[in-house]
């Protein structure tokens, strides 16, 4: 039950040396247009202090003049206002609106990917997208699988991140156009395609922001009205002792489920005590266990039964690998300690996992609780049934051609039905979620769909369309 490591066909050694190459060259890029950069706002800032000097030579004539003229004193003042604020609205707007700021942008944007990319390998996809593109400062670190790497891993380099380089192309694509662009209808073609730039880069942010990626495992015959996430999870507390329905208590696994938490509900005759709780662990049988393990002593369900024990481990973001979300949680009353039970997200009777695990109960003043801590699950209003899964090969060989689900969508409020072919390609969209094929198990009798919700997910669509139309007006 430990997450186990699977060797990637990568080799650093492959390019190693070509990847130092590129660094020092988009490096010596980078610098040479900072320096640019910084040459160009200490000019603009040098004529800001220069207008400021001779301003204060006009503001010495001024106020000759209105010991003078007392009366048109006043409307000289009045008229000054515009122009001190134009003095700093002019700097400002000529450097957001500078080439050379979108030049660095780019380079930042092409070293950004690239030290994504190489991360990639290292932690999978979700994480590098997490610290890279979901950010405003990365900081990437000299890989010890690099030439050196033991003697430079010390080595740091701040960049900016996803959201700080998007929300300055946005403002620097939006400052260009309004000083070089005017409102004329020779030029509405490149307004329309300035409009879908800026829309198309909203649209990325807004899919970073709203977009939750599930899964859902289906055999044969079966149906389900939820989907699971890949990346969070829940610790729940199931009410069954309701004839016909049972009801769900849902604790979110996030930073405020910690060790030394007390959790408490007025409808629950007990409260939930979490003696420790650890984002991956490796759950072994006690005489398995090292030194280093937890000396809990559990008293019910699947702990107690199989007499399990668990270490901590590093959290794991390798592709393909899931962390064990573990804890050792304590019910207690009134009376003192119920029950001392161990959950963890692998304890399920079901795919992804291959060892079952049955479902832990405790009865408390003739009431029958679930615990268990899950990966999180959404409700969707209609069940989805897996009626055939078919997996189709080219022949003579092992090497798929297609796979395919036939999936039955049953509404339970009207009782109607409809069905759809998911495959490749060709997903299914209901409710707000995209169901994608993605694998199959359990001798073709099994599907694997990946969920997606992306509120945003109109906007490429949207924005492509608004540039294909700029360019055609523009240059047709």
Not at 41 to 49: D, E, I, L, P, S
Request: with cysteine; charged share 15%.
């Amino acid at each position: 039950m430990q997450s186990t490591s699977s060797s990637s066909t990568l080799q650093w050694s492959d390019f190693g040396l070509v990847s130092i190459g590129f660094l020092v060259f988009a490096m010596c890029g980078l610098i040479t247009v900072i320096a640019n950069l910084l040459g160009f706002a200490h000019n603009n800032f040098g004529m800001v202090q220069r207008i400021e000097d001779l301003r204060g030579l006009d503001d010495q004539r001024t106020l000759v003049d209105r010991c003078r003229h007392h009366c048109t004193g006043i409307q000289i003042l009045a008229s000054q206002q515009p122009q001190r604020l134009q003095i700093i609205v002019n700097p400002l707007m000529k450097f957001f609106s500078s080439l050379r700021l979108t030049l660095f942008l780019l380079a930042a944007s092409t070293l950004l990917v690239f030290f994504g990319t190489l991360e990639q390998v290292h932690y999978g996809i979700w994480f590098t997208q997490q610290k890279y593109f979901h950010s405003f400062i990365a900081v990437w670190q000299y890989p010890q699988q690099f030439p050196y790497g033991y003697a430079l891993q010390w080595i740091h380099l701040p960049m900016p991140g996803g959201y700080a380089l998007g929300t300055l192309l946005i403002i620097n694509l939006c400052c260009a156009h309004f000083r070089y662009f005017r409102a004329r209808w020779d030029k509405a073609g490149i307004a329309l395609i300035h409009g879908g730039l800026v829309l198309l880069l909203v649209g990325q942010l807004a899919t970073q922001l709203e977009q939750v990626d599930y899964f859902m495992w289906l055999e044969e015959g079966e149906s389900k009205n939820y989907v699971e996430a890949f990346h969070h999870d829940e610790f729940v507390v199931i009410d069954r002792s309701h004839e016909g329905f049972q009801r769900v208590y849902s604790i979110p696994v996030n930073s405020a489920f910690r060790s030394g938490r007390l959790i408490e509900h007025p409808d629950w005759p007990f409260s939930v005590n979490i003696l420790d709780y650890t984002a991956n662990a490796a759950i072994i049988p006690r005489d398995q266990a090292p030194t280093t393990a937890f000396p809990f002593r559990f008293t019910h369900g699947i702990g107690h039964e199989r007499d399990l024990i668990y270490f901590r481990m590093p959290r794991t973001f390798a592709e393909g690998e899931r962390n064990i979300a573990t804890a050792a949680i304590q019910l207690e009353t009134n009376r003192g300690s119920l029950a001392t039970v161990l959950v963890a997200n692998v304890f399920r009777d079901s795919e992804p996992m291959r060892e079952s695990f049955p479902r832990q109960f405790v009865e408390v003043d003739g009431r029958t609780f679930e615990l268990a801590l899950r990966f999180k699950r959404m409700y969707v209003p209609q069940f989805i049934k897996l009626q055939n899964f078919t997996h189709d090969r080219y022949p003579g060989t092992d090497i798929p051609f297609n796979f395919s689900s036939d999936v039955l969508l049953i509404d339970p409020t009207t009782g109607t039905e409809r069905h759809a072919l998911i495959f490749m390609n060709n997903p299914l969209r209901t409710g707000g979620l995209t169901f994608y094929q993605a694998s199959f198990a359990r001798d073709d009798t099994m599907s694997m769909f990946q969920v997606v919700s992306n509120p945003a997910r109109w906007f490429p669509y949207v924005a492509s369309s608004i540039i294909t139309l700029g360019l055609i007006v523009q240059f047709c």
